[in-house]
């Protein structure tokens, strides 16, 4: 009779259940312990592990481990070439640079050469109009020291005129009477 089939009785079905149970488990284990670690059951044991060994070594030999290995070639080939091709382009934008600072040294060469002409050449030209300024410049001083010295010719011819109106200014205010113009020149010329 199994355990369903027992009557249930308040009380009474628990502990008949418990005695059921207890018999069943004794009875499946033979005495207690660990089964794989009994000798009966090795030979099954050793088999499955060595038949699941050899498909799991199949599976990992002949499919896993090719297609990592593939992956990782790939990854080194284009990780190489990269590589490569970034050396590549460094080496050609240091050319790159080397020519363009070449470019810019004859450049500023030709600038320092065309400033230095161009500099020559001003003072070449401010030289000349120096030189003419200055020809032009002693021209007039020299036309004007001969104004200067016609005036003042003319000036010294005409103080003795002037000198003898003067004196005859004076004596003609302090005197009241007008002097000849003879004795004014005459006193004017001993005077000198």
Not at 2 to 22: Q, S
Not at 64 to 73: H, K, M, S, T, W
Not at 90 to 104: G, L, T, V, W
């Amino acid at each position: 009779m199994a355990a369903e089939d027992t009557p249930t009785v308040p009380g009474a079905a628990p502990v008949a259940l418990e005695g059921a149970h207890a018999g069943t488990a004794e009875a499946e284990h033979g005495g207690g312990g660990l089964p794989q670690f009994e000798l009966q059951y090795w030979g099954g044991q050793i088999v499955w592990l060595l038949l699941i060994f050899g498909v799991l070594y199949a599976l990992m030999s002949r499919i896993f481990i090719p297609r990592l290995r593939r992956v990782q070639d790939t990854r080194a080939e284009t990780i190489s070439s990269a590589v490569a091709e970034a050396r590549r382009v460094q080496e050609e934008a240091d050319a790159q640079a080397a020519a363009a600072r070449a470019e810019i040294d004859q450049a500023r060469a030709r600038a320092r050469a065309v400033a230095a002409e161009a500099k020559a050449r001003a003072n070449a030209e401010f030289a000349v109009r120096q030189a003419e300024a200055d020809a032009r410049i002693a021209d007039q001083l020299a036309e004007a020291e001969a104004r200067i010295r016609g005036l003042r010719d003319t000036a010294m011819a005409s103080v003795g005129d002037i000198a003898v109106e003067t004196a005859g200014a004076m004596v003609e205010r302090l005197t009241g009477t007008a002097a000849s113009a003879a004795d004014l020149r005459a006193a004017a010329k001993g005077a000198a």
